[in-house]
C-alpha cells in the first residue's frame, strides 16, 4: 500500500495546527480535543496524532498522561533563556561567517537585505507580515550561510522554532508599525555595513542587540495577554 497520501497527510496536518498554535488560535495551556481538531481541518486521528508528536518534540505541544494534549505553556523566563540562546548561537555563526564567507556571500547578504527593505505593497495586514518575516527570515539565514557548517545551520533551525511562538507577538507589535519597520531597516543597514568591512567585534555587538531587541516589548505583550 502506498503510504505517500498518508504522510501527506500528516505533514499537512502538522504544518496547519502549528500555524493555529503560533497565531494564538490555540492559547497557551489549552488542551487540544480531537474531535475539534478533525472537524477544523477535515483530518482523520492518525494524520493528527503525527501532527501532535512532532510538535510534542518541537515543545510547542504537552503531551498529557492518558489525556491527550495541552498547547505548551509560555513564560517570561522561557522567552529570556530563549532569545539569549539564540543570540549567543547567532553571534558565533555570524563571526564563522565572515571568517569564512566569500564574495558570492556578500553578495547574497546584499540582496536579501535589499529584498527586506521593500516589502511595500501588499493587499493585506496577513500578507504584511507572512512578507515581511519570510524576507527577514531569508535575510538572516543568508548571514549565518556563510559560516558553511550544516550542523550549526541545523542548531540554528532548531532554535528558532522554539522561539517562533514568542516572534509572532513581536511581529504583530512591529510589522504593522511604520516607525518600528524604519528602524528595524536602520538596524539592518548598518549590521550590513559591519559584515562587508569585516569588523567581527561591532557586527557580533550589533546582531546581539539587534536580536534582544524584541524581548521587553514580547514580555510586554504577555503581560497584556495574561500569558506570562
Known amino acids: 500500500m502506498d503510504s505517500t ?10 504544518h496547519w495546527l502549528k500555524q493555529d498554535i503560533l ?9 487540544l480535543l480531537m474531535n475539534r481538531l478533525k472537524e477544523r ?3 482523520g486521528i492518525g494524520p493528527l496524532r503525527e501532527a501532535l508528536s512532532q510538535l510534542v518534540a518541537e515543545r510547542l505541544v504537552v503531551a498529557i498522561s492518558q489525556r491527550g494534549y495541552r498547547v505548551a505553556p509560555m513564560s517570561g523566563e522561557e522567552l529570556a533563556d530563549l532569545y539569549d540562546a539564540r543570540a549567543q548561537l547567532e553571534g558565533l555563526v555570524l563571526e564563522l561567517a565572515i571568517e569564512r564567507g566569500d564574495d558570492a556571500w556578500e553578495a547574497d547578504v546584499i540582496a536579501k537585505a535589499h529584498t527586506l527593505g521593500k516589502v511595500a505593497e501588499v ?10 518575516d519570510t524576507r527577514h527570515q531569508a535575510f ?7 559560516c558553511h557548517s550544516p ?6 533551525r532548531n532554535l528558532f522554532d522554539q ?4 516572534r509572532h507577538l513581536w511581529l504583530q507589535e512591529t510589522v504593522f508599525s511604520d516607525a518600528a519597520l524604519a528602524g528595524k531597516r536602520q538596524e539592518h543597514a548598518e549590521l550590513v555595513e559591519a559584515i562587508l568591512a569585516r569588523d567581527t567585534a561591532r557586527a557580533r555587538t ?10 521587553p516589548i514580547i514580555r510586554d505583550v504577555m503581560q497584556r495577554r495574561g500569558l506570562s
Do not use: C
Not at 24 to 31: I, T
Not at 151 to 156: A, D, E, G, Y
Not at 163 to 166: A, F, H, K, M, S
Open 140 to 146: 538572516h539565514t543568508a548571514i549565518a550561510a556563510g
Open 23 to 31: 497565531r494564538g488560535v490555540f492559547p497557551p495551556g489549552e488542551k
Open 206 to 215: 550589533m546582531m546581539r542587540e539587534h536580536l534582544m531587541t524584541p524581548v
Open 5 to 14: 497520501p498518508r504522510q501527506n497527510l500528516g505533514i499537512s496536518a502538522y
Open 41 to 43: 481541518y477535515e483530518l
Open 123 to 132: 493587499h493585506s495586514a496577513e500578507e504584511m507580515l507572512d512578507v515581511w
Open 151 to 156: 550542523h550549526l545551520m541545523q542548531l540554528r
Open 163 to 166: 522561539v517562533e511562538r514568542y
